[in-house]
């Protein structure tokens, strides 16, 4: 089992749709969750942090779901610039300093 | 304050020759991470650095590959005899340490020909 799987995609949705990813990690001891964006072989780039009560950044909502072991990114009112691939990101173990797995990613593709 | 910077930014080398990727980290970050992407794949951990200590080098192929991150100058990720297979986009990350996400550099595009 891959320590963190996503589904790979692609999400084909129109302007404007709301998009969910989701993601789960093997490791229950993991602390820090994160998303991260990556374009076109580009360096990813961090979005958002994941917390345990929730977070919202404007269009964007990321949630966990320790129990679980389930991670969600919630992308309201897309936009063509949203079109990306987005990486579902755990630390390894129970210490907040350390290799962080990434996930496939999963590719989005916003239309007109 | 400039972000992580990894040079070269493409990098072409023949069969058997040797490959070396800089990186400076963020200043102020004392931890350095390498990833490689093969084409059409994630993001693999190769190893992870403090200044002169090799803190986890569990994703680092046996054999040819070798990091260091001295008390002075930038992280260096070395390949030995490269191979075909070693053609990858080599990223390299920094965190101050804590909760904080990573800060990648643009990368090195290794070609082997």
């Known amino acids: 089992r891959k320590e963190v799987e996503q589904d790979p995609g692609p999400f084909n949705v129109p302007e404007g749709a709301t998009v969910a990813f989701n993601c789960t990690y093997s490791?229950?001891?993991?602390?820090?969750f994160f998303w991260y964006r990556q374009d076109c072989r580009k360096e990813p780039k961090l979005l958002m942090s994941?917390?345990?009560s929730g977070n919202e950044d404007g269009r964007f909502t990321a949630q966990l779901n320790r129990a679980s072991q389930y991670i969600s990114l919630l992308i309201r009112d897309s936009k063509l610039s949203d079109s990306a691939t987005y990486l579902c990101?755990?630390?390894?173990?129970?210490?907040?300093?350390?290799?962080?797995?990434f996930g496939q990613g999963t590719t989005l593709q916003v239309k007109p | 304050n400039a972000g992580v910077m990894q040079n070269p930014r493409h990098l072409v080398r023949r069969r058997g020759q040797e490959a070396r990727l800089r990186c400076s980290p963020m200043?102020?970050?004392?931890?350095v991470y390498w990833y490689r992407q093969l084409p059409e794949e994630g993001l693999k951990f190769m190893v992870y650095?403090?200044?002169?200590?090799?803190?986890?080098e569990s994703g680092m192929p046996k054999e040819r590959f070798s990091a260091e991150f001295p008390k002075e100058g930038p992280s260096i990720l070395r390949i030995q005899q490269v191979v075909r297979g070693d053609s990858a986009a080599y990223f390299c990350?920094?965190?101050?340490?804590?909760?904080?996400?990573?800060?990648f550099g643009s990368g090195t595009r290794l070609t082997v020909v």
């Open positions: 990101v755990v630390n390894s173990g129970s210490s907040n300093t350390g290799k962080l797995i």
């Open positions: 200043k102020g970050h004392s931890h």
């Open positions: 994941v917390y345990s």
């Open positions: 490791n229950s001891a993991s602390q820090s």
């Open positions: 990350a920094s965190s101050p340490g804590g909760r904080d996400g990573y800060t």
């Open positions: 650095l403090q200044k002169e200590n090799i803190i986890d």
